[in-house]
């Protein structure tokens, strides 16, 4: 059974087309979370949502929306792409409060913007 | 905020080498230490963990000791394998169960 999936798994698109990316976890877990990793291997973390309600939101374009429609499912959403927005996005999710407890990651979705 | 610093890479060692990965972290108080590794093509994964000052945390023949005083929690595995070839992170973890990653370290182990 895989933990936390993420479709698709590739994206190639044009600058300026709209896409998302989506993410589901069967774990239980009340907490979710996306990252961006660069080509050097740099992750960082974008959002992150604890029970579908978003806790952290660090410094990203208000191009990137996520949304969480229940905790088991947070979906990147990106307006207007931009050769910039290249990278591999990662969804994770944890248990919540009372840790520390360990991220489990889906396999990456690899995006490409032409 | 938390911030890490991790050796630079790639790290090329030859099959049973000793590794050493080295981290330092600067954070508020004293945060729960994680290493993820990650495999070519996959996402992370959990390591190992240390929650506390003098802690060792190991897995799968790798340690790392949660050292406070020098606020480092270094990788070490006495006898690297082809397969132990990935990137490794280090990743202290603060409030809200925000993880702070490293840059990565890549291991490379040659036959």
């Known amino acids: 059974d895989t933990a936390v999936s993420q479709t698709p798994k590739y994206l190639v698109t044009q600058m300026g087309n709209d896409k998302s990316i989506k993410c589901e976890q069967n774990?239980?877990?009340?907490?979710m979370y996306w990252y961006k990793q660069d080509s050097k291997k740099f992750l960082k973390i974008m959002f992150s949502?604890?029970?579908?309600?978003?806790?952290i939101n660090e410094t990203v374009p208000n191009r990137f929306s996520p949304k969480s429609p229940d905790k088991a499912h947070l979906n990147l959403h990106i307006n207007s792409l931009e050769l910039g927005d290249s990278a591999v996005y990662f969804c994770?999710?944890?248990?919540?409060?009372?840790?520390?407890?360990?991220?489990?990651f889906g396999p990456g979705t690899r995006l490409t913007v032409t | 905020g938390d911030s890490v610093t991790q050796m630079e890479g790639p790290v090329t060692l030859s099959e049973e080498a000793f590794l050493t990965i080295n981290c330092t972290y600067t954070?508020?108080?004293?945060?729960?230490l994680f290493w993820y590794v990650q495999y070519p093509g996959e996402g992370l994964q959990l390591l190992l963990k240390?929650?506390?000052?003098?802690d060792k945390g190991s897995n799968k023949g790798f340690e790392a000791t949660y050292r406070k005083e020098t606020t480092s929690f270094h990788l070490e595995k006495g006898s690297v394998q082809v397969s132990d070839s990935a990137v490794y992170f280090c990743?202290?973890?603060?409030?809200?169960?925000?993880?702070?990653f490293g840059t990565g370290t890549k291991l490379q182990v040659i036959p």
């Open positions: 949502y604890n029970n579908k309600e978003l806790i």
């Open positions: 240390a929650t506390k000052a003098d």
């Open positions: 954070a508020t108080g004293y945060p729960s």
């Open positions: 774990l239980g877990h009340d907490t």
């Open positions: 994770a999710s944890s248990q919540a409060s009372g840790g520390p407890y360990e991220q489990y």
């Open positions: 990743a202290p973890l603060g409030g809200y169960q925000k993880v702070t």
